[in-house]
T-cell receptor, first 116, second 113 residues
């Protein structure tokens, strides 16, 4: 069974440009999460989808970030326009249909975003 | 709100020695606690989790952790380190009605031959 995949693995962009990160969850997982780790800091929650609906977006830093999950399958996270402080590693995770709080969240390898 | 503190950003152990990684939590509700490991160029992998059943939790690769409510701790141990244990380890907490995980800053483990 394929795990959570993320694309691209690395992205280097200039300040003010737009970047779109993609996450493909484990097949059949209704719950999808985005997290971010800024250099030297903790991994921070960004948002949680249940199918195509945003369940919790309390961690989204500002309106330059837009997350979507079309048809409840893959998800994209767009940053527009990117700022220097957006640099970091963006992780995606998914968990099973059961939707219990204690369900294991399976993480992808992350996308390393560098904004110059 | 929930949070965790991991003591020590770097830990170096000799092969065969005890691995002890410390994690203290703060939670306003009964917590669920997790340890994840990240090997180079890979995603986070769950080692073990505490979900209010047994306080001593056994995980993969010989790791275990003990939930101590009186000490608000969830330390991770492995009796004998192996070279393959070199990685970054994260403690995380969630509340009983909260899907999102709150992570510690991570502890990087190096294993000396």
């Amino acid at each position: 069974e394929a795990g959570v995949t993320q694309f691209p693995s690395h992205s280097v962009i200039e300040k003010g440009q737009t970047v779109t990160l993609r996450c493909d969850p484990i097949s059949g997982h209704d719950n999808l999460y985005w997290y971010r780790r800024v250099m030297g800091k903790e991994i921070k929650f960004l948002l949680h989808f249940v199918k195509e609906s945003k369940q919790d977006e309390s961690g989204m830093p500002n309106n330059r970030f837009l997350a979507e999950r079309t048809g409840g399958t893959y998800s994209t996270l767009k940053v527009q326009p990117a700022e220097l402080e957006d640099s970091g590693v963006y992780f995606c995770a998914s968990s099973s249909l059961a939707g219990y709080v204690t369900d294991t969240q399976y993480f992808g390898p992350g996308t390393r975003l560098t904004v110059l | 709100a929930q949070s965790v503190t991991q003591l020590g950003s770097h830990v170096s152990v000799s092969e065969g020695a005890l691995v002890l990684l410390r994690c203290n939590y703060s939670s306003s509700v009964p917590p669920y606690l997790f340890w994840y490991v990240q090997y180079p160029n890979q995603g986070l992998q769950l080692l073990l989790k505490y979900t209010s059943a047994a306080t001593l939790v056994k995980g993969i690769n010989g790791f275990e952790a003990e939930f101590k409510k009186s000490e608000t701790s969830f330390h991770l141990t492995k009796p004998s380190a192996h070279m393959s244990d070199a990685a970054e380890y994260f403690c995380a907490v969630s509340g009983s009605n909260d899907y999102k995980l709150s992570f510690g800053a991570g502890t990087t483990v190096t294993v000396r031959a």
